[in-house]
């Protein structure tokens, strides 16, 4: 036993199966998060049936999803269609081995880190390619024409935006660019007396873009393609899209922490007196006033019934156990990383939600402009101007 | 032992990969199987300690290249091609050619097997504190000019395809 606890493959194999393991359930909590949020933003409620205000909701879909039955075209090109789909869940699982949770939760550094995850995002293309082409039907293939199209063209500013990024902390390992981070007491996106601010907005578009999310949905637009390249598709496979959507969302979203927010680090990590405040009190304070927040929905239970009321009470206790617990000192330390870095990719997922819920889909040639026209080229004068600063 | 494992199954990606991709009457089917054998050629790469060789083959060639290919692939008439001929008449002129150089390899990989022996991987500095920075140290100080010439010739093939594309500029 203790011999398998100190091989050096252990850590990483336990983390990649406890990441494997969690994800599905995790994507499942975005969707219901994204649902949750947009409700609110056209002012409804969202799923409030399955479990109090719908938190069983993900779980419910997923039996769904696996019971569905699962059809292929007759015309389709079956062994392709089969494999399609699991190319991007495959790809974008794999992305997670290079990103640094925390300073120990880490399934490997390698001195491409950041190569490997825009090769993977490259690589998940194919599975919508793939996918569109060998559904043998017409919105699917043109989902996937346009999907190619985008895909290659803010694959460019996306390379650009990180360029920026990578020539400041002057390695392509993950963890190293973290450390870099606290070197220079600076998260990249204020460095260069703020001008790295312009790399960090081209990569957020791009990322939206790569990720294909609204307002650049167009390999899906619903209005016009059906569901684009996902239109023939049900069930299980359909749901590894959906997998990967969320999965790629999460890793390009800590992709980005990584290199503009300082990863696992806490807002001015140099600064000693901030310690306490911002590692113990913070996440103390968010999650008392989650557990608060979980008491207050008690009242407003739509189908109210006592084991709801009694369910959600259990949520807000835990809630407020998970805060307590940041006060134990050997506990804070082994977590606070973690917390941070997952805080952080949450605003940026959010802030994809919010971009969702208020922006209307571009149309097709507005997107080749925006790409080609705006967002490379100001990528290129970022990796000019940041050259030259970083030199000073 | 598990690098010679994995040699040998991403020797057998590249060259099925390869033989697939021409035997195959379906171009996008074709394409695809270009794939694997990139793929293979990524993990020997890897293989060899040359993470950056095998992110970029990834990024460029599966990423960019065969991309670009499938998307063309995909909008031509796949009914029409399947019935085409796949040889042309100077197919036994390849065969010849094809024979020949199996013959040459053949010999030459008798006489001298012994030699073949790669032997261990060298421990050079490069190896073990990671070999991307030295590329870039080496890329833009010694083969500076070189690479500079390679920007500006893939700049004029860009202006050219857009000439050659456009009708009216």
């Given at each position: 036993m203790e011999s398998i606890v100190q091989h050096p493959l252990f850590t990483p194999v336990v983390i990649t199966?406890?990441?494997?393991?969690?994800?599905?359930?995790?994507?499942?909590y975005i969707v219901l998060l994204e649902r949750k949020v947009l409700a609110d933003m056209q002012v409804r409620l969202g799923p409030m049936r399955v479990g109090p205000h719908g938190i069983l909701q993900p779980i419910a879909d997923a039996v769904k999803l696996l019971a569905k039955e699962d059809v292929i075209p007759a015309a389709a090109d079956r062994a392709l269609f089969w494999l399609a789909p699991v190319i991007p869940a495959f790809t974008a699982l794999t992305a997670f081995a290079v990103l640094p949770f925390s300073e120990y939760i880490v399934v490997t550094d390698v001195n491409v880190g950041l190569l490997v995850i825009s090769a993977m995002s490259a690589v998940g293309v194919l599975g919508i390619i793939v996918g569109g082409w060998s559904s043998n039907s017409h919105y699917p293939l043109l989902g996937a024409l346009r999907s190619s199209a985008q895909l290659v063209s803010y694959e460019v500013a996306l390379a650009l935006a990180l360029i920026c990024g990578v020539m400041t902390a002057g390695t392509l390992s993950m963890v190293e660019i973290v450390e870099r981070q606290l070197e220079r007491q600076i998260w990249f996106v204020f460095d260069h007396y703020g001008l790295m601010i312009i790399p960090f907005m081209v990569f957020l578009i791009a990322a939206i873009a790569e990720t294909n999310r609204l307002p650049f949905d167009l390999p899906e637009a619903e209005s016009e393609l059906v569901a684009g390249f996902m239109t023939e598709y049900s069930g299980f496979r359909w749901a590894l899209y959906f997998l990967a959507e969320y999965a790629s969302i999460f890793v390009i979203g800590g992709a980005g922490v990584t290199l503009f927010?300082?990863?696992?680090?806490?807002?001015?990590?140099?600064?000693?007196?901030?310690?306490?405040?911002?590692?113990?009190?913070?996440?103390?304070?968010?999650?008392?006033?989650?557990g608060a927040g979980c008491f207050w929905l008690t009242k407003r239970l739509m189908p109210f019934s006592r084991w709801r009321a009694i369910f959600m009470a259990v949520?807000?206790?835990?809630?407020?156990?998970?805060?307590?617990?940041?006060?134990?000192?050997?506990?804070?330390?082994?977590?606070i990383g973690l917390f941070w870095f997952l805080l952080k990719v949450g605003v940026i997922v959010y802030l994809m939600i919010w971009i969702r819920g208020t922006f209307p889909?571009?149309?097709?040639?507005?997107?080749?402009?925006?790409?080609?026209?705006?967002?490379?080229?100001?990528?290129?004068?970022?990796?000019?101007v940041n050259a030259v600063v970083g030199m000073l | 032992m598990a690098d010679t494992i994995l040699f040998y199954i991403f020797a057998a990606f590249v060259l099925g990969g390869g033989v697939l991709t021409v035997t195959r009457r379906n171009s996008v089917?074709?394409?695809?199987?270009?794939?694997v054998s990139l793929l293979g050629t990524a993990g020997l790469f890897l293989l060899r300690q040359a993470e950056f060789l095998f992110a970029v083959q990834i990024i460029?060639?599966?990423g960019g290249v065969v991309l670009l290919i499938l998307f063309v692939v995909m909008l031509v008439n796949l009914d029409e091609t399947a019935r085409l001929r796949q040889f042309n008449k100077a197919w036994w002129v390849a065969l010849a050619c094809a024979v020949v150089v199996g013959i040459e390899i053949w010999y030459v990989l008798n006489r001298g097997l012994e030699t073949?022996?790669?032997?261990?991987?060298?421990?050079?500095?490069?190896?073990?504190e990671g070999n991307?920075?030295?590329l870039a140290d080496v890329l833009f100080s010694e083969y500076l000019l070189p690479f500079e010439i390679a920007s500006l010739l893939l700049l004029v093939a860009i202006v050219g395809s857009v000439v050659m594309a456009k009708k009216r500029i």
């Open positions: 199966l406890v990441i494997v393991g969690l994800f599905p359930l995790l994507a499942g927010w300082g990863g696992w680090l806490r807002p001015f990590p140099n600064v000693a007196w901030l310690e306490w405040p911002l590692n113990v009190a913070f996440p103390l304070v968010l999650f008392l006033a989650g949520i807000a206790v835990t809630l407020v156990i998970t805060g307590l617990v940041f006060l134990i000192p050997a506990v804070n330390r082994a977590v889909r571009f149309r097709y040639d507005q997107l080749m402009s925006i790409g080609w026209k705006y967002l490379i080229p100001i990528g290129m004068g970022a990796v000019l | 089917h074709s394409a695809l199987w270009l794939i460029l060639y599966i073949l022996e790669p032997g261990e991987a060298p421990q050079t500095a490069a190896t073990i991307t920075e030295r």
